[in-house]
């Protein structure tokens, strides 16, 4: 059974940093490109970066390029997202996901909130 459990979320000030985990299980992690989305209150879903299965092709939404980083650790079959730079509009519910040809699968979030 494919989990994805994310981690890490919680209240930061503006500037201030956060590092999200996504711990894997249940499938192959290392054959798999990764991807973190969000959802802020009252928004829709955003895509926000993915990780290729090696973790040498990154991808950014324009929103959090230069301030995210995405990573992986496949020996712990982890993902993080390090997340710079924080500002309000980055307050959203974080999810891993993982894309197959069958479906997706995603984890039950994690929350950030951004805020003075």
């Known amino acids: 059974e494919v989990q994805l459990v994310e981690s890490g979320g919680g209240l930061v000030q503006p500037g201030g940093s956060l590092r999200l985990s996504c711990a894997a299980s249940?499938?192959?992690?290392?054959?798999?490109?990764m991807s973190w989305v969000r959802q802020a209150p009252g928004k829709g879903l955003e895509w926000v970066s993915i990780i290729s299965w090696r973790g040498d092709s990154l991808y950014y939404a324009e929103s959090v390029k230069g301030r995210f980083t995405i990573s992986r650790d496949n020996a712990k079959n982890t993902l993080y997202l390090q997340m710079n730079s924080l500002r309000s509009e980055d307050t959203a519910v974080y999810y891993c996901t993982l894309d197959t040809v069958a479906r997706d699968y995603w984890g039950q979030g994690t929350r950030v909130t951004v805020s003075s």
């Open positions: 249940g499938f192959t992690f290392d054959d798999y490109a």
